[in-house]
């Protein structure tokens, strides 16, 4: 009986050793003292045993079972310890390393833009309102003296959402609003999105950007407009540009006037930029038109105001020299970079 009990030790022994997870070490463990084990066969089979040599016999099983217990506990201690390590390993940080930098997105062209824009006119004493990009006719036509048979109202031009709404087509209709909701004296420009239905091409886009502007109070004149865009034209293009203001049509204001600066890039002489002519046209102004003010319910002998606006991509295209308007909606971090 010592023997065979000695020799299921030494088994089980050798068996451990080669064991090297968790899982491997449970199987053993359940058939080395499982029901089904050899001791557990031999302590059931003691029944018919004599009382001594049931006592002897039950001491040397148990003792060797034991025994088996703790090389059992010994290496489940040792595989909870190796298994640790193996994590260490794998978790380990190394906090000299140095970090990784988190890519920095950049700010996008129009908005360096318009923020460049906005500051000057900020500087000017101008404060910066908004208005909704869903419109209502009222708003965009009708408050800003769009004859009925206007062509922009056309559906061919104009997103309709209904009969009387729409997706603004200029930033003016912040004028109207302005004008509903402020008493002069008024200073204010309105940068935003504006939308209109056109084929999308090197110059157009369905989607574009304006930043409007609008003063009004009493006595201000044609030479109030003047000096403001000439003075703003100066602080975006550099000290040496200069202006001319050519009649124009536009139903919100009389008269009218498109601006033109002197070419930036080759000062007038005539390049690429300015077709050759040395002059470069960036927006649209007048003095407000007496039947827009009045909508705001002003006194028109005694107020005057004067209007702007202004294309932000056709800014932005001209200063960084893009040639297709729709690289600024395409989302490429190799365009947009370019500008951080
Ligand atoms: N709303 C005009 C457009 O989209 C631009 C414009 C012209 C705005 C003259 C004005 C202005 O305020 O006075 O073409």
Same mark, same amino acid.
């Given at each position: 009986?010592?023997?065979?009990? *000695?020799?299921?030790?030494? +088994?089980?022994? @050798?068996? =451990? %050793?080669?064991?090297?997870?968790?899982?491997? &070490?449970?199987?053993?463990?359940?058939?080395?003292?499982?029901?089904?084990?050899?001791?557990?066969?031999?302590?059931?089979?003691?029944?018919?045993?004599?009382?001594?040599?049931?006592?002897?016999?039950?001491?040397?099983? *148990?003792?060797?079972?034991? +025994?088996?217990? @703790?090389? =059992? %506990?010994?290496?489940?201690?040792?595989?909870? &310890?190796?298994?640790?390590?193996?994590?260490?390993?794998?978790?380990?940080?190394?906090?000299?390393?140095?970090?990784?930098?988190?890519?920095?997105?950049?700010?996008?062209?129009?908005?360096?833009?318009?923020?460049?824009?906005?500051?000057?006119?900020?500087?000017?004493?101008?404060?910066?309102?908004?208005?909704?990009?869903?419109?209502?006719?009222?708003?965009?036509?009708?408050?800003?003296?769009?004859?009925?048979?206007?062509?922009?109202?056309?559906?061919?031009?104009?997103?309709?959402?209904?009969?009387?709404?729409?997706?603004?087509?200029?930033?003016?209709?912040?004028?109207?609003?302005?004008?509903?909701?402020?008493?002069?004296?008024?200073?204010?420009?309105?940068?935003?999105?504006?939308?209109?239905?056109?084929?999308?091409?090197?110059?157009?886009?369905?989607?574009?950007?304006?930043?409007?502007?609008?003063?009004?109070?009493?006595?201000?004149?044609?030479?109030?407009?003047?000096?403001?865009?000439?003075?703003?034209?100066?602080?975006?293009?550099?000290?040496?540009?200069?202006?001319?203001?050519?009649?124009?049509?536009?139903?919100?204001?009389?008269?009218?006037?498109?601006?033109?600066?002197?070419?930036?890039?080759?000062?007038?002489?005539?390049?690429?930029?300015?077709?050759?002519?040395?002059?470069?046209?960036?927006?649209?102004?007048?003095?407000?038109?007496?039947?827009?003010?009045?909508?705001?319910?002003?006194?028109?002998?005694?107020?005057?105001?004067?209007?702007?606006?202004?294309?932000?991509?056709?800014?932005?295209?001209?200063?960084?020299?893009?040639?297709?308007?729709?690289?600024?909606?395409?989302?490429?971090?190799?365009?947009?970079?370019?500008?951080?």
């Amino acid at each position: 009986m010592q023997d065979q009990l *000695n020799k299921i030790l030494e +088994q089980a022994k @050798s068996q =451990l %050793e080669t064991a090297t997870d968790r899982a491997q &070490a449970e199987e053993l463990r359940v058939k080395l003292l499982g029901k089904k084990g050899e001791l557990t066969q031999i302590l059931k089979g003691m029944g018919k045993l004599s009382p001594e040599e049931r006592k002897s016999t039950g001491q040397m099983v *148990n003792g060797v079972k034991g +025994q088996i217990e @703790s090389l =059992l %506990e010994n290496k489940f201690e040792e595989l909870k &310890a190796k298994a640790k390590e193996a994590q260490f390993k794998v978790e380990r940080i190394d906090v000299t390393e140095p970090g990784v930098r988190p890519k920095l997105g950049a700010r996008h062209p129009l908005t360096v833009t318009m923020e460049e824009i906005s500051k000057v006119f900020m500087n000017m004493g101008f404060s910066i309102v908004e208005g909704p990009e869903v419109e209502t006719v009222f708003n965009n036509f009708d408050a800003l003296n769009a004859s009925p048979d206007h062509p922009a109202r056309d559906m061919t031009d104009t997103f309709y959402i209904t009969e009387d709404v729409l997706l603004r087509t200029q930033t003016s209709p912040v004028q109207v609003r302005t004008l509903l909701k402020q008493k002069p004296p008024i200073k204010v420009i309105s940068p935003g999105r504006c939308f209109r239905c056109d084929t999308p091409d090197a110059t157009h886009s369905p989607m574009f950007h304006q930043i409007e502007g609008l003063v009004v109070d009493e006595g201000i004149t044609m030479a109030d407009l003047k000096g403001t865009l000439d003075s703003f034209a100066k602080q975006l293009f550099g000290p040496e540009t200069k202006t001319k203001f050519r009649p124009h049509h536009f139903p919100f204001t009389e008269p009218s006037a498109e601006v033109d600066v002197s070419c930036f890039k080759c000062g007038g002489k005539g390049c690429r930029v300015c077709k050759g002519s040395g002059w470069i046209e960036i927006l649209g102004c007048g003095m407000v038109h007496p039947n827009v003010l009045k909508v705001g319910g002003l006194d028109t002998e005694k107020y005057t105001g004067f209007a702007f606006g202004l294309g932000v991509e056709r800014v932005a295209m001209l200063k960084y020299g893009v040639d297709d308007i729709r690289l600024f909606y395409e989302n490429d971090m190799r365009f947009i970079e370019q500008f951080k």
